[in-house]
């Protein structure tokens, strides 16, 4: 059994219909990036695959798991459980399946992005917000920006992220504010 039909297994188990349905979804969205970009795209659909491995576990799951891992989270992941899985993910699929750190990293940064994202990371990160599944008011202004370039998209998903929190008063990372300057200072170099 290679890796790929073994985390398609992991997944199967671990998910909900609706989460595994997803992860095909952004399986399928990463390859396309990939092709489109210049990414391989077997690396691209396998980090789609994996990036929601641990989504649904409890937070006394997640808690566990920090401790038994050694993984201590900063005050504001502490206070954002929606960012546990993608910390929680990139080390189990380390330990459990030897990926490279490029996956590793993508899953990790998922989420909340980073300032020097990679091409795979930036893939993985537009991709979940644009796989078929997804049905949000602006989704298909998001797929038109990801053919136009994807830090045309990221500056989108970043923003929409970033207004979300900040309307419900919750903190935001720093690794998203990070990403977002970094986006805007690029494109505004592009004009």
């Given at each position: 059994?290679?890796?790929?039909?073994?985390?398609?297994k992991?997944?199967?188990?671990?998910l909900?219909?609706?989460?595994?349905?997803?992860?095909?979804?952004?399986?399928?969205?990463?390859?396309?990036?990939?092709?489109?970009y210049?990414?391989?795209?077997e690396?691209?659909?396998?980090?789609?695959?994996?990036?929601?491995?641990?989504?649904?576990?409890s937070?006394?799951?997640?808690?566990?798991?920090?401790?038994?891992?050694?993984?201590?989270?900063?005050?504001?992941?502490?206070?954002?459980?929606?960012l546990?899985?993608?910390?929680?993910g990139?080390?189990?699929?380390?330990?459990?399946?030897?990926?490279?750190?490029?996956i590793?990293?993508?899953?990790?940064?998922?989420?909340?992005?980073?300032?020097?994202?990679?091409?795979?990371?930036?893939?993985?990160?537009?991709?979940?917000?644009?796989s078929a599944?997804?049905?949000?008011?602006g989704?298909?202004?998001?797929?038109?920006?990801a053919?136009?370039s994807?830090?045309?998209?990221?500056?989108e998903?970043?923003?929409?992220?970033?207004?979300?929190?900040?309307?419900?008063?919750?903190?935001?990372?720093?690794?998203?504010?990070?990403c977002?300057?970094?986006?805007?200072?690029?494109?505004?170099?592009?004009?």
């Amino acid at each position: 059994m290679n890796k790929n039909d073994a985390l398609l297994k992991d997944i199967r188990e671990r998910l909900s219909d609706f989460r595994y349905i997803h992860s095909l979804g952004v399986a399928e969205s990463a390859g396309y990036l990939a092709e489109k970009y210049g990414y391989d795209k077997e690396t691209a659909i396998t980090a789609g695959l994996a990036h929601d491995v641990l989504k649904e576990l409890s937070k006394e799951e997640y808690l566990k798991f920090f401790e038994e891992e050694n993984i201590i989270l900063s005050d504001v992941e502490k206070s954002a459980p929606k960012l546990w899985h993608a910390v929680a993910g990139a080390k189990y699929l380390e330990k459990e399946y030897g990926f490279s750190d490029e996956i590793i990293t993508a899953v990790r940064y998922h989420t909340t992005g980073r300032a020097n994202m990679g091409l795979l990371e930036k893939i993985l990160f537009i991709a979940d917000f644009i796989s078929a599944d997804r049905n949000y008011n602006g989704v298909e202004d998001m797929r038109k920006r990801a053919e136009v370039s994807l830090e045309y998209a990221m500056e989108e998903g970043l923003r929409f992220t970033i207004e979300d929190l900040a309307r419900e008063c919750r903190p935001i990372h720093p690794d998203t504010i990070a990403c977002y300057n970094e986006i805007i200072v690029y494109l505004s170099q592009k004009k």
